[in-house]
DNA sequence: TTATCATATGAGCAATTATTCATATGTATA
DNA sequence: TATACATATGAATAATTGCTCATATGATAA
């Protein structure tokens, strides 16, 4: 016999206040797009492990495709997302491209995501 | 002609300096696994308004999806994700599940995102 | 108990994605 | 130039995933 049922779940007036938390604090819709479109790219354990491979040194694609044991082309895809994500750059020489970490945010990042795993009990 | 394409790539001697990196300094295949899964929970947008609403106060389901605009079941099923991953923790109260942020990692981590999505030219 | 509200969850579908394969591009060397 | 090496990339495929819908569970009130 459902009526009024538009007034269901806010007995507190917790609603304005909900409201004001997410028009003041909630980033643009494009910045929440970004955020997202940047974690995904830790969101893979083939990206991760050429991230600690970079935390400790620059390599070129095919030491790094054998290093990890994948095909050059696995990993060439990979590096061209983290690219992208300006988490990489590189430079060529000759006829090698050397990738290398683009910023620190990195490490910040996986330190964190590692503290947090180790934490729980 | 292709004979002795076994070598290819490693002119120098950097190939033994990587799998001594690679030994030593990456994690272990659950921890690799573990971290990637933890990342992915941050790779969608849904999940990390969320995590914005929680970063402010304490919220049931309810007001949670009439905040975000969401059905109850998509917002239930994302508190879920965020849970197992230990992002976040609830409380009962009547017939409302109240939900809250689980350590402050979460913020470090969104953080550390924020910056550097924001110091891109 | 019965009815209602609040939340959780399984199944199904559409969209995304990591890898492989084949091939293209770019560089150096013969 | 022609050949080989190093890397990049488009297409195809299998696996994952976010949402919807229907329904189940759990709690409160009549």
Redesign the pocket.
Known sequence: ?????FE????EEIHDELLKIVEEKMPEETELYDLA?LF??F?????IRILFVLFETEV??????KALN????????????L?QSKLVK?R????????SLADDHVRTIIAQGREHIEEEE
């Open positions: 016999m459902l009526e009024n049922n269901i779940c806010d007995g479109e995904k790219v969101g893979d354990s083939t990206r070129c694609v095919c030491d790094l495709a994948m095909t050059q082309s696995a990993i060439s895809h990979q590096l061209r997302i690219k590189n060529r020489e000759g006829k090698s491209i050397f990738y």
